[in-house]
Every structure is written in structure tokens, then in C-alpha cells.
């Protein structure tokens, strides 16, 4: 038998994903969402009989024979994408379609869908959306786009030619080759892009043509499925129902499903075994998530559908998990749901991040994408960020760590654990954008390594040269006290010196300006300066050039680990005192 197959419909907030299927199937999902956005995942089927209807002659000329029964459409919020949508082994999707603003082309989260599908090698196509908006357009409701580009003034053409460009040129940055999709010459090497409008309608019979043609083309053998085998499903959401209690919508990619089945669902802790009460599946062309009509009751289900199950014991059911049929074998089946959990969720490196996600996909394309960027995982979890994610956070600060931070997707933070983040200044990185996420860590990342390493070029002693200034010898000795000009580089306390000969004569106690004690001076200060060692008129003088004397292991820092970050004065110091250290130790500061 031959199942339908999941389509997902991803892109940028507000570019028209809803509203791309809300033309397909007519109804009005998009306005009826909290802002005009997608808030949870909805499914929808739409059948063949539809697609036949949109399509028209465009589906009557083509001679290979349609199998398949239609299409289910899997409709995700923008910051989601499908990472949601997972299945042992691979994305859930059989495809997906990237919906892309024509006007506004690449925006955040396009990116983070493309590097998804990028990720699970999912096949896909592109809409470019909202051509009613181009300047001047001039509408055809429901025509193919072919037709409807023949009538547009030339100015109009050649603005959709300039708009598909940008889009082919961004493809073709991201190892992408693309074409519009009666230019495309192998629809396996290049990604088709559909000229589209939701409002109007045009271009959607191209859209469900190719859909329906790279799906019998290429995807024809992986639909296949024994029809009467156990359920394996996905589940999308977990929700409280009145007169129903939680139930779980969930994405059935193989086998049946009938009432009065016993499934075991993915969950956070203990795995759930339990019997299906009922099955709720939502009407051909209507929304699972935000029904139009009343759900229609089933006794049996098969692939691929979206359902909604009513059970008992499902409010710990793990958004983006695995759920089963069980017809035997429940132990086993329930080790195979709670390893593919496991696996995902990680504590790996003794050093590392911490990630929280709301569901298992976030949380396994978050460690994809970090592993990816060689970022070490401490440990990698589902749920708010609590106290013992700070507490291990802590612990891993205090060990050094430099990028010692918690990585929250969509998770949220305990009360609890917030106050004691503050009190223990770890870094909570928030974002419902996991490339953004990535980036801002790695920008922090990048920030905290830069102070610390400036903390330790700051905490080296620097080359600088001084002379001791005539008639400012305020004291001879233990220590001596005398007015000195700082020549060139930066003059510290605890600093040695030495002479013109590289042998060392003192240690710098502490420097005072205007009577007051400084922490350093630079190039062109004058400063009274205490040295404990030498006496004035026997190892020091008037007039007398002394230089700073270096440790080695500083030397070989500064040459290496900080090198540029001398100062021109400094530098040019730094060659003179090498040259006196090297007159009495000739490999002084080799590497």
C-alpha cells in the first residue's frame, strides 16, 4: 500500500505558511491565530480529489498515474520549524516546502530552516510567496502562474526576474542550485522555486503539480507500508481536551491504529503504557490543530494521518517522542522508545554547555548543530532550566571553564533557578531561534575569552624603560625612593629592574603620583617609585637608564600566546631588554 506524504511547511514568521495551506484547503486557520502566527503544529490531509480540483488540466496532461491518496500537510510555528517532526533515523517529513517571502527574501529564520533540512537531507521546494505584492502586479485569482505572468507589463516581469535572482543567488551561497520551476532541468540537482500567492491563489496548481510529481518520482518506494501493521507515530503537542482530559495529537507514519490499543508513549521520566480511548481525526481539508468542524471519531486509523488519541496517563507524553501500538512485545517496545529518548538526551563531555529544550527534536537538532561547531556538551535535557542546571554550571565555572552557560530553546526558567543564576552570575542564553541561540553563545564565548585573555596580558610585566631623574633622590635605600621619567612602556609595582648590563638591581615596591599610590604608569609619566635592593650612589644613580627585567616564562607569552598586543613603545623596548638578557643568558626566551 501506498501512504500519503508528509509534507512540511516551513519558512520565516509572517511569509505565508498558513496561509499558503489555508488556499489549499479553504479555510481561514491564519486568521484565527493569536497574532496571525502559528502558535502549535497542526496537520491537515488534503486528498487527491482536491488536489485534482486546484490542479485542473495541469494534472490531466500528465500520463504517469497518480498512486498516492493525497497529502498531509504538517503546518509548524516560524521558530519551530519541523524539528519537532522526527522519526527514528531521520526527519519526519517525507518533504517539505520552504516558503519564502518575495519581497523580503532570506530573513532569519529561513536560514534556520534551510540549515535543518540541510541537516535531515529532507527534499524540498520552494514558494516564493506574496507575488500580489510586487509593485504594479496585476492579479489573476486562482490562475497557474504561467498564465497569469504572461499578462504582467514587461516592468513586472523583468522585477519577479530580479526577485527570483536574489533568491537563487542566496541559494547558491548556502551550496544550494536552484531555478524556477519550469527553468529547472533535473529536479534532483536543483530545488524548484514556485512563484506563488496565497491571497490570490496563483501559482498554487504548479505548487501541488510538482508536489505530487517529485513525490511519485522520487519518493515513490519509502511510502510503501503494511497497512495492518502496529501504529509508529510521532507525537506533535500534548493537550488538556475538555470532557476529553490531556490527550496527545500525534503524526502516524506507518501501520494502524485502532481504539482500544495499547500504545507506549515517549515521556519525560517513566515511559507510558497505556489504551486508547478514542481516536479524533479531523475532517479532509480541516485543521487538527484549530478544527473548523467537529473531529470525527474512528475505530481505526492507517498511515500517514494525523490524529488526536485520548488515553488515560498522558500528561507526562513527551512532545516530538516516539508512540507505538504495542500488540506484544511491550517490553521491548518500551526499551526501544526510552534508548531512542536517551540518545538524544546527552551528558557527554566533562566540560560543556548545558541545553534545555521544550521538546526532543529541539533538543537533538540543538546537539547536531553543536557538535557541528565542535561547542562541548556538559549535558542536554528537556524541560526549564532548574536549579541543578545552575549548581552544575557553577561547578563547571569554578573549574575554569570558560564557556561555562546554560543554552535554553523555548525551555523557560524556574523561579527558583533564575534567582540563583543572578546570585551566582551564570549566563542564561535564551532564544526560539537555535542558530541565533548558537551564534549568541559563541559571541559571548568570544567576549569572555577576550577579557580574560586582556585580565592576563594586563596581569604580565611589560617591557619599560625609565630614567632616574637629577635631584630627586628622596630616600637612599631600604628601600630607596627616587623620581624617575617613564621613557617608554608601562611601569608596574612587584616589576624587577635592571641596568644597562641585563643584571638585575631591584624590585619595584610601589609608584606614587602627587603623593598618592598608582597601579601603574605609561610613556611620558614622571612618578616616585620606592625599589627595594639597591643603594643610591653604589647599584643606582642619577641619570642612570633602567629597564624592567622580565620574567622568561612572561617573554615567551608575550611572543606568542599576546603577541601584537604590545604596544609600538612597548615593542620596541621588549628588542632592547631581549638583547640585555640574552649578553648573560643566551637562549633567553627561546621557544
Not at 3 to 25: F, N
Not at 240 to 252: F, N, Q
Not at 510 to 528: C, L, M, T, W, Y
Request: charged share 30%; with cysteine; aromatic share 4%.
Amino acid at each position: 500500500m501506498i501512504r500519503q506524504p508528509i509534507v512540511s511547511v516551513l519558512g520565516h514568521i509572517d511569509h505565508g505558511k498558513t496561509s499558503i495551506l489555508d488556499a489549499i484547503r479553504g479555510s481561514t486557520v491564519a486568521d484565527r491565530e493569536a497574532g496571525f502566527i502559528t502558535q502549535h503544529i497542526g496537520a491537515t490531509e488534503v486528498p487527491l480529489k482536491t488536489i485534482n480540483k486546484i490542479t485542473g488540466k495541469l494534472m490531466e496532461n500528465q500520463k504517469t498515474k497518480i498512486r498516492i491518496p493525497g497529502l498531509l500537510f504538517i503546518d509548524t510555528p516560524g521558530h519551530d520549524a519541523f524539528i519537532t517532526l522526527r522519526r527514528r533515523g531521520g526527519a519526519l517529513s517525507d518533504l517539505a516546502i520552504l516558503v519564502i517571502d518575495i519581497n523580503e527574501g532570506f530573513q532569519p529564520q529561513t536560514m534556520e530552516s534551510l540549515k535543518i533540512l540541510k541537516e535531515y537531507k529532507t527534499p524540498f521546494l520552494v514558494v516564493a510567496n506574496k507575488i500580489d505584492k510586487i509593485h504594479a502586479w496585476s492579479p489573476n485569482p486562482n490562475s497557474t502562474f504561467m498564465k497569469s505572468i504572461i499578462k504582467q507589463s514587461e516592468d513586472v516581469k523583468n522585477l519577479l526576474e530580479t526577485k527570483i535572482y536574489e533568491i537563487v543567488g542566496r541559494f547558491h551561497e548556502e551550496g544550494f542550485q536552484s531555478e524556477r520551476f519550469d527553468r529547472v532541468e533535473s529536479f534532483d540537482k536543483q530545488i524548484a522555486i514556485i512563484p506563488a500567492s496565497a491571497k490570490t491563489g496563483e501559482g498554487l496548481a504548479e505548487l501541488l503539480m510538482i508536489l505530487i510529481g517529485l513525490t511519485q518520482k522520487f519518493l515513490e518506494k519509502q511510502l510503501e507500508i503494511e497497512e495492518s501493521g502496529p501504529a509508529k507515530g510521532t507525537i506533535l503537542e500534548v493537550k488538556e481536551e475538555k470532557g476529553l482530559g490531556v490527550t496527545v495529537d500525534a503524526i502516524i507514519y506507518d501501520g494502524e491504529i485502532k481504539r482500544g490499543d495499547t500504545i507506549v508513549v515517549g515521556a519525560l521520566n517513566e515511559i507510558i503504557v497505556t489504551k486508547v480511548k478514542a481516536l479524533l481525526k479531523p475532517r479532509p481539508l480541516d485543521e487538527i490543530r484549530d478544527p473548523k468542524y467537529k473531529f470525527e471519531t474512528a475505530q481505526v486509523l492507517s498511515a500517514a494521518c494525523g490524529v488526536k488519541i485520548s488515553a488515560p496517563n498522558l500528561q507526562d507524553a513527551l512532545p516530538g517522542a516516539p508512540i507505538k501500538v504495542a500488540r506484544d512485545q511491550i517490553e521491548e517496545i518500551k526499551e526501544e522508545i526510552k534508548q531512542e529518548i536517551e540518545e538524544i538526551r546527552v551528558e557527554t563531555d566533562s566540560q560543556g554547555v548545558i541545553v534545555k529544550a521544550d521538546t526532543l527534536g529541539s533538543l537533538e537538532a540543538i546537539i547536531s548543530m553543536l557538535k557541528r561547531e565542535e561547542i562541548p556538551i556538559h549535558r542536554a535535557d528537556i524541560g526549564k532550566v532548574s536549579r541543578r542546571d545552575i549548581t552544575s554550571t557553577k561547578a563547571l565555572k569554578d573549574s575554569n571553564f570558560d564557556g561555562a552557560a546554560i543554552l535554553a530553546f523555548n525551555s523557560g526558567i524556574l523561579k527558583e533557578a533564575e534567582a540563583k543564576a543572578i546570585d551566582s552570575e551564570i549566563m542564561i542564553i535564551e532564544s526560539n531561534i537555535i542558530y541565533q541561540l548558537i551564534d549568541e553563545y559563541k559571541k559571548w564565548l568570544e567576549e569572555i575569552r577576550e577579557q580574560k585573555k586582556r585580565a592576563e596580558f594586563e596581569a604580565l610585566i611589560k617591557p619599560a624603560e625609565i630614567k632616574i631623574l637629577p635631584d630627586c633622590i628622596f630616600r637612599k635605600s631600604k628601600p630607596a625612593v627616587v623620581g624617575v621619567d617613564v621613557l617608554s612602556g608601562t611601569l608596574k609595582p612587584l616589576s624587577k629592574l635592571m641596568n644597562k648590563d641585563g643584571l638585575t638591581i631591584g624590585t619595584i615596591k610601589a609608584i606614587q603620583d602627587k603623593n598618592e599610590s598608582i597601579k601603574k604608569a605609561r610613556i611620558g609619566d614622571q612618578v616616585a617609585v620606592s625599589i627595594s635592593g639597591p643603594t643610591v650612589g653604589r647599584q643606582i644613580n642619577e641619570n642612570d637608564i633602567l629597564y624592567t627585567d622580565i620574567p622568561e616564562s612572561h617573554a615567551k607569552l608575550l611572543e606568542t600566546k599576546y603577541k601584537g598586543l604590545l604596544t609600538q613603545d612597548e615593542d620596541e623596548t621588549y628588542i632592547i631588554i631581549k638583547a640585555l638578557k640574552r649578553k648573560v643568558t643566551p637562549l633567553w626566551a627561546m621557544r
